[in-house]
């Protein structure tokens, strides 16, 4: 069983950063790929970026590139999200996720378990 606990979120003015955290906790074989997710009110939740735990390749959605940075320290467990030049669209309830697949995945159908979420808030 892997556990998950996001942290990082809150309130940030347009073009401000953040950084989320991400500590994983159990179940090592069943993290292959770690991802971030987000969902906005009233929309379905989307794919953010991912990496893979053990080679560490990279991968992002295209509203997001340039602006956010996926990456992993193995030795605390943790997964980051650095987000800079934040835009008010990327105000949703972010969450990590694990998933026993390796390779670069975006549906969150493939992903075995998750944290509760973190808000990020972007004023305008």
């Known amino acids: 069983q892997v556990q998950l606990v996001e942290s990082g979120g809150g309130l940030v003015q347009a073009g401000g950063s953040l950084r989320l955290s991400c500590v994983v906790s159990?179940?090592?074989?069943?993290?292959?790929?770690m991802g971030w997710f987000r969902q906005a009110p009233g929309k379905e939740r989307e794919f953010v970026a991912a990496?893979?735990?053990?080679?560490?390749?990279?991968y992002y959605t295209d509203s997001v590139k340039g602006r956010f940075t996926i990456s992993k320290d193995n030795a605390k467990n943790t997964l980051f999200l650095q987000m800079n030049s934040l835009r008010f669209e990327d105000t949703a309830v972010y969450y990590c996720?694990?998933?026993?697949?390796?390779?670069?995945?975006?549906?969150?159908?493939?992903?075995?378990?998750w944290g509760q979420g973190t808000q990020v808030t972007v004023s305008s």
């Open positions: 996720a694990s998933s026993r697949d390796i390779g670069m995945i975006s549906d969150v159908r493939r992903y075995n378990y």
């Open positions: 159990g179940g090592t074989f069943s993290r292959y790929t």
């Open positions: 990496i893979g735990w053990i080679d560490g390749r990279t």
